[in-house]
């Protein structure tokens, strides 16, 4: 009997060190695994990051390619919002409004508080005529960030549209104040004084807007706008001529 214990105790010593051993081979192959898995994540990352970069560069002058390689970042991580939003932002540009709704409808489910899409998607709503979607859209960028600049300089924009003078001055004012180097933010504040017929101080604002930028388009359009109606209104044949001549 005793020498039958010893045998037993011997057999359970046995397979205890083989389900050691087996628990070992487990852990080791899990490890494996997990070391492999690693490995291919990163090589999805690097090759994400390149086709990233490669896209930012493209994005001026080959909107398409530049969308071709977001979309391969996305193929390899589909929940880069970085490349959902500037897939949109191009899309946009080239007129595919639809898609690019997609996209940022996409960005916002991946991070419901991620400012920049809803800002995106509420000018695209706006260039659709969906004001009321596109104001939704502002409002939760500011509820979520209260000192996002860009987003009160396109509630003002908004509010313009609307006819809310005194809510888009608000708007822009709080703007100037968070950035006051962006020459854009001059340009909507100046665009409503125009709309309030006050041209002078339009006229400032715009000037302020090319101090900012020589090159902005849009201050230079609409100051000589401001200075055709003041020469309309004048009934001084001189100053009407130095306003002409502005």
């Known amino acids: 009997l005793d020498q039958l214990a010893e045998q037993v105790k011997a057999s359970n010593n046995a397979l205890n060190k083989i389900e050691n051993i087996e628990k070992t081979i487990h852990a080791l192959e899990d490890n494996i695994k997990k070391s492999e898995m690693n490995a291919q994540q990163s090589a999805k990352r690097a090759l994400a990051n390149k086709f990233f970069t490669e896209a930012l560069a493209e994005s001026k002058n080959k909107p398409q390619k530049a969308i071709e390689l977001y979309t391969k970042v996305i193929e390899l991580d589909d929940t880069n919002i970085g490349a959902y939003n500037n897939r949109g932002n191009l899309k946009r540009k080239i007129k595919d409004l639809f898609s690019a709704m997609l996209d940022y409808n996409k960005a916002i489910e991946i991070d419901p508080e991620e400012t920049g899409s809803y800002n995106n998607r509420g000018s695209l709503r706006k260039e659709l005529g969906d004001i009321q979607g596109a104001l939704e859209d502002y409002n939760r960028v500011i509820q979520i960030d209260p000192n996002f600049a860009d987003v009160y300089n396109n509630r003002a924009d908004l509010w313009l549209l609307l006819g ?60 000589a706008d401001c200075y055709r109606k003041l020469a309309n209104r004048s009934r001084n044949t001189t100053k009407k001529a130095e306003y002409i001549a502005l």
């Open 164 to 223: 809310e003078l005194d809510k888009a001055l608000q708007d822009v004012n709080y703007a100037i104040i968070q950035n006051a180097s962006d020459d854009i933010f001059y340009v909507t504040k100046g665009e409503i004084y125009l709309a309030m017929k006050n041209y002078n101080e339009a006229i400032l604002q715009f000037n302020q807007a090319l101090s900012l930028n020589k090159n902005n388009e849009e201050a230079y359009i609409h100051r």
